[in-house]
């Protein structure tokens, strides 16, 4: 709920009481993954999804979030790079993600990945504190290759 993060998250500030059954049904779908420092501390979290039948062969990941205090010290490239190289071993082909428009640093660290903006989601986001609607990029990485 850090004010620098909570705003690309897709849920609003609330009270702790109130995420608490959020987090509960988050750590329900077995694909919400939490990272610790050395020292045992949350570092971040991310949420990957893995699709079935026709679309196997891809992944999506979304509420990806790394505390504050750690912003730039590379947390989000090692916990991304991680995902990547669990779902291209598992086969995954394509994956893929949301990002708003207005995030300019997470756009740039997904295009240092890698991944490329394919498409736009117009007004598909709409924070509690804001009047305005923001547009989502669509961006995927497709492996090609070893």
């Known amino acids: 709920m850090a004010p620098t993060v909570v705003p690309f998250l897709a849920y609003d500030a609330m009270a702790r009481s109130e995420f608490e059954p959020v987090y509960e049904e988050l750590l329900s779908t077995h694909n919400f993954t939490l990272c610790l420092d050395d020292s045992g501390e949350l570092a971040g979290f991310y949420r990957v999804t893995r699709f ?19 912003a730039g010290t590379g947390v989000a490239r090692s916990m991304i790079d991680a995902v990547i190289g669990r779902l291209r071993a598992a086969g995954v082909l ?34 509690a504190h804001q009047a305005h609607f923001v547009d989502e990029l669509m961006m995927a990485l497709v492996f090609t290759g070893p």
């Open 94 to 127: 394509r994956f893929e993600l949301l990002v708003e428009s207005d995030n300019p640093r997470a756009i740039a660290f997904y295009t240092k990945l890698g991944f490329e903006v394919e498409g736009r989601q117009r007004m598909a986001y709409k924070r």
């Open 52 to 70: 079935s039948g026709r679309m196997q062969h891809v992944a999506y990941l979304s509420t990806v979030a790394v505390a504050p205090q750690l």
